[in-house]
């Protein structure tokens, strides 16, 4: 008859092996927070943690490991702090950082057992994914979509790597990336969305659209970020008024908020000039100089005239047009009526205008192929929010997963998909 010895709920070897290695974990977000309390609760001790992000009030509904009084600060300082409150035996090492930074080298990553990712965009996935094959150090995998989620476990010879299979389209996306530093077409359509709600739906402080003056990318102390996003907050600063306040003040002037939105907010983006060593800057917008132009000048696309792509002048009068006829529909919706409701199957002909034309003009300003009405409304219906039950599951399934690679079971690991309106698991052997 064997004897197991048992440390709490795991064999007592397992537990000793927890308690002795070093583990990193990519990430204190939505799955980081979840997943840096599993780790410690299990038994890990010796633990570091990177995020560049620093907090922010749109965070606070999910990331449970932050409050209030620490928006500004970095998400991976106070992630530590927070677990170390009720693990205070846990020896953890937080970095406010990139992971991208090349001082995070192969070496670096061949201090650790193995690695968690907990990332919320593809380029840095893909760093991490080429770092841990070449350090030939287990990586697990993971992200969230909506209600969906995935897990899996990366290692070098025995699975096929994270860029080895093509990725659908992102579908959740950093909120200074929408922003501050959009890239895609995607990202503007975002953007726009958000708009639409800041402006005629309900407005929510996860879809803020004006520019990040907290965005991490802007200082890599984390004493300069806390000041720049508490300074609304200091004695004479100017008082900030919502989005949709400011522009029900104009009546809801399409020239004063094309202007605002798409001159002077873009022109205060510009100040921020770090953001712009390696980018292209944008290009401000002004509405004069658009209306010399003929609307039909620069339509691309032949056939339906949702396929077709208009100029700028084009879209600038859309914005026009589109504004003014929501702005109708808000006041005609009566005394106390506050919001219009964004179609979720974009089955809404002012909203998919107003959305179309902002997207449009801001990918113009930040140097990219505009999009047909067609192309933005199979991708608008297809954006998706953050859920924190899913997050919590997903950050299980990691240490699952982690316990069977340091029990040398890595040939048993799974790749774990998750779907959280159901409560459905699915798994498979790598």
Known sequence: ???????????????????TCRVLVVGAGGIGCELLKNVVLTGFKNIEVIDLDIIDVSNLNRQFLFQKKHVGKSKAQVAKE????????????????????????????????????????????????????????????SGTAGYLGQVTVI????????????????????????????SEPIHCIVWAKYLFNQLFGEED?????????????????PADTEARATASDQDGDIKRVSTK????????????????LFKDDIQYLLTMDKLWKKRKAPLPLDWLEHQKLTCPQGVTGTGLKDQQVLGVAGYCQLFSRSVETLHFML????????????????????????????????MYIFSMNMKSRFDIKSMAGNII????????????????????ILSGDVKQCRTGKFDSRNGELFSKLM
Request: aromatic fraction near 8%.
């Open 205 to 221: 402080a996860d879809q803020e659209v004006s520019p990040d003056t907290a965005d991490p990318e802007l200082s890599w102390n």
């Open 1 to 19: 008859m064997v004897t197991l010895q048992l440390v709490g709920s795991l064999r007592k070897e397992l537990a000793d092996s927890l308690s």
């Open 331 to 362: 006041v005609d919706k009566g005394d106390g009526a506050e919001e219009l409701i964004w179609m979720g199957n974009c089955d809404d002909p002012p909203a998919m205008d107003f959305v179309t034309a902002a997207a449009n003009l801001r």
């Open 385 to 404: 929010p953050a859920i924190a039950t899913t997050n919590a599951v997903i950050a299980g399934l990691i240490v699952l997963e982690a316990l069977k």
């Open 245 to 260: 306040d400011w522009a029900r003040s104009t009546g809801y002037d399409p020239v004063k908020l094309f202007n605002k």
């Open 82 to 141: 927070t677990v170390l409150q009720f693990c205070p035996t846990a020896n953890i090492t937080a970095y406010h950082d990139s992971i991208m930074n090349p001082d995070y080298n192969v070496e670096f990553f061949r201090n650790f057992m193995l690695v968690m990712n907990a990332l919320d965009n593809r380029v840095a996935r893909n760093h991490v994914n080429r770092m841990c094959l070449a350090a030939d150090i287990p990586l697990i995998e």
């Open 155 to 182: 290692k070098k010879g025995l699975t096929e790597c994270y860029e080895c299979q093509p990725k659908p389209t992102q579908k959740t996306f950093p909120g200074c990336t929408i922003r501050n530093t959009p």
